[in-house]
């Protein structure tokens, strides 16, 4: 079993900034793409931003390219989602997500749809004030 812990979320002003981290365990996520969804309340989770295997390939979210960055550590078994001049549209529980199914896959490229991501963590609550 694989286990992601998300953490940094809080309360932030509006055009301010947070970094997210997402630390997997108990597998060998650093072969697989992973990505960053969030889920604000009354609405589906919805696909923010990803990354492949090692970090050469991203994708975003219109509504985030630009302001977020995705990137990830292998050493440290890490995730991050620099999120910068965040806004109130911006307020959502986030979670991180591990493609795991195409872990090994070395050209696998990252995904835009939560129902291929196969591990989730808990989620951390990000809200920003007007």
């Known amino acids: 079993q694989g286990q992601l812990v998300e953490s940094g979320g809080g309360l932030v002003q509006a055009g301010g900034s947070l970094r997210l981290s997402c630390v997997v365990s108990?597998?060998?996520?650093?072969?697989?793409?992973m990505g960053w969804f969030r889920q604000a309340p009354g609405k589906e989770r919805a696909f923010v931003a990803a990354?492949?295997?090692?970090?050469?390939?991203?994708i975003y979210s219109d509504s985030v390219k630009g302001r977020f960055t995705i990137s990830r550590d292998s050493a440290k078994n890490t995730v991050y989602l620099e999120m910068n001049r965040l806004i109130p549209e911006d307020t959502a529980v986030y979670y991180c997500?591990?493609?795991?199914?195409?872990?090994?896959?070395?050209?696998?490229?990252?995904?835009?749809?939560?129902?291929?991501?196969?591990?989730w963590g808990q989620g951390t609550q990000v809200t920003v004030s007007s």
């Open positions: 997500g591990a493609d795991a199914s195409r872990a090994g896959r070395t050209f696998a490229t990252p995904r835009k749809e939560a129902k291929e991501y196969d591990y």
């Open positions: 990354i492949n295997w090692n970090g050469s390939t991203t």
């Open positions: 108990g597998r060998t996520f650093n072969s697989c793409p």
